[in-house]
């Protein structure tokens, strides 16, 4: 296990290598690598153990009745899933997590990681700590995109979006995490709908982007746009 790594993880933050190392004999851990689009995690199964990537990233896939399907979450390296559900004994996940790209995973079972172990680590609780620093920015996270999803036109969405990383940035010039097609997807619409409208604001002077950077045309009047 990459133990530095480790500790510059939200999840490890505050935590010397040396006690990782100790912590880890205790939480339970095991590693896991995974190819591009394999399954990590089935919707349908319950699940007791926190996930985290370690190297690569990872997809949240919800899967329709009807066959299609739907990116829900992206997970980055050093970042953790499956907690809510991992925290409800026996709760089956709604959705898959799918490799993006190869990946290795590092498994920590919640029960162990909420409990102090016997060996009584004293950073044991700065741990714990850490997980619900994360939790709640998960959950202002998910406000976030309800807030976003909320309008009905595209065009709403997106400046909702957009003026949201402008105030993230402190800039009016900024790049985005997301291509094209993990935009359609978190905003909940479809992606060439998306791409002739960032067309089309661009045209009317209200934006402009090249790629996944975007520049807000502050004199312009919103109310005139919308």
């Given at each position: 296990m990459d133990v530095q790594m480790l500790s510059a993880t939200p999840l490890f933050h505050g935590?010397?290598?040396?006690?990782?190392?100790?912590?880890?004999?205790?939480?339970?851990?095991?590693?896991?690598?995974?190819?591009?689009?394999?399954?990590?995690?089935?919707?349908?199964?319950?699940?007791?153990?926190i996930g985290m990537v370690e190297s690569g990233s990872a997809?949240?896939?919800?899967?329709?009745?009807?066959?299609?399907?739907?990116?829900?979450?992206?997970i980055e390296?050093?970042?953790?899933?499956?907690?809510?559900?991992?925290?409800?004994?026996?709760k089956e996940l709604l959705c898959d997590v799918v490799a993006a790209e190869p990946?290795?995973?590092?498994?920590?079972?919640?029960?162990?990681?909420?409990?102090?172990?016997?060996n009584g680590c004293s950073f044991h609780n700065r741990l714990v700590h850490n997980l619900v620093r994360i939790l709640a920015q998960k959950s202002l996270n998910l406000s976030s995109?309800?807030?976003?999803?909320?309008?009905?036109?595209?065009?709403?969405?997106?400046?909702?979006y957009l003026s949201e990383q402008a105030l993230i940035h402190g800039s009016?010039?900024?790049?985005?995490?997301?291509?094209?097609?993990?935009?359609?997807?978190?905003?909940?619409?479809?992606?060439s709908a998306l791409s002739n409208e960032l067309s089309k604001m661009q045209r009317e002077g209200l934006i402009s982007y090249k790629k996944n950077?975007?520049?807000?045309?502050?004199?312009?009047?919103?109310?005139?746009y919308l």
């Open positions: 935590i010397r290598e040396d006690e990782i190392r100790q912590m880890l004999s205790c939480l339970g851990t095991h590693e896991k690598a995974y190819k591009k689009n394999e399954l990590i995690l089935r919707a349908g199964d319950p699940v007791h153990e997809n949240i896939v919800v899967n329709f009745y009807w066959g299609s399907s739907n990116i829900f979450g992206h390296q050093g970042r953790i899933f499956a907690e809510n559900y991992a925290a409800i004994p026996g990946c290795k995973i590092l498994f920590l079972d919640l029960n162990k990681l909420l409990n102090v172990c016997q995109r309800m807030m976003h999803i909320a309008p009905k036109s595209l065009r709403a969405r997106l400046l909702s009016t010039h900024f790049a985005i995490s997301f291509d094209r097609q993990q935009l359609a997807d978190y905003l909940s619409v479809d992606r950077v975007f520049t807000l045309n502050k004199e312009a009047q919103l109310a005139d």
